[in-house]
Each structure stands twice: as structure tokens, then as C-alpha cells.
């Protein structure tokens, strides 16, 4: 069934009309979508939280990880549930693994142009005296998320590659 955004979301509201009565409001936290097509699905998403007496607090473009981490550190600490506090998170632990091993040469990630470009810009400084990073396809020139990449077979777990190669020159 094809629904238009503002069918769609006139459906969800009135399916769960009266249905607030009998549920304890809650707080949704949500990311905003990185595929245009995504839009109308969040929509009717936050309609429907909405309808049922719920608050929609939307965190932008946040990575799904950091999406889970501010909903659970939430309901832990709220003061920090940020992405500050994320990213602290993440290079204090990646420093406890890898102690006093340094990385001899940069690590080059293809971002496919996705939401995780900036964001591991963002995290990139926290950890660049243990693993200097190199981000390509980082949308900044402009790019289809995922375009011209294949997805190979998972012959030793799980491989995605670009089409395009990548120069490892620093």
C-alpha cells in the first residue's frame, strides 16, 4: 500500500486515536534521515508518538551508534546524553585498547558519503596521536550516499569496496 506523507500520516493518527488514554507518555529520540525517501516514513513516525501523547526530540544527523548511545545515556545520566560526551566515550576506550601501540601509517575510510564523515571529523582529533585518519568520499564534494559502492561477497566477514580506488598515498 502506497500512502502520500500526508495520507500516511493522517492514517497513523487516526489508528491510535484513544489509544493515548492507556499509554505513559514517553520521550522518542530520532535521527534525522540521510535518504530523502525517509523523510515521509519520519513523519508519520513522529505523527504517531505525537498522537499517542509522546514527545519527538530529533538529534539531526547522528550516526545510528550515537543515536543508541543519547537514548541510553538518557535513561542513565542525561546530562551526558550529547554527542560531546559520545565522542569522549569512544576515544577513551579505543585508547585503553590499543595502550601504547601507535599506528605507523594513516588509516584510510572511504565514507561513501554518509552521515559518518562528519562525524568521525568530529572524532578524528580525539584520537590522532594514536590513529591518524584519512576520510574520502565525505560528501563535501557533493555524491550520492553509497554511490559506486559493491557489496562483496562475505567470504571473511562482511567487505564493502568502491568501485573507484583509492589512493593510499599520504
Known sequence: MTLGTSRLCAYVAGATRGVAERVVPCVAYDAG???PSSWPLQEAVHTGVRALGGEVRDLGEVTTPQLHF???QTNIEPALATEAHYFAQLATAFAGVVGDRRAASPLNVDAANGVGAPKLAELAPQIANIL???VVNDGKQGGALNFKVWYGLPLCGYRCLSDEAISLES
Open 33 to 35: 534521515p540521510a535518504r
Open 70 to 72: 543519547i537514548t541510553w
Open 132 to 134: 591518524p585518519l584519512r
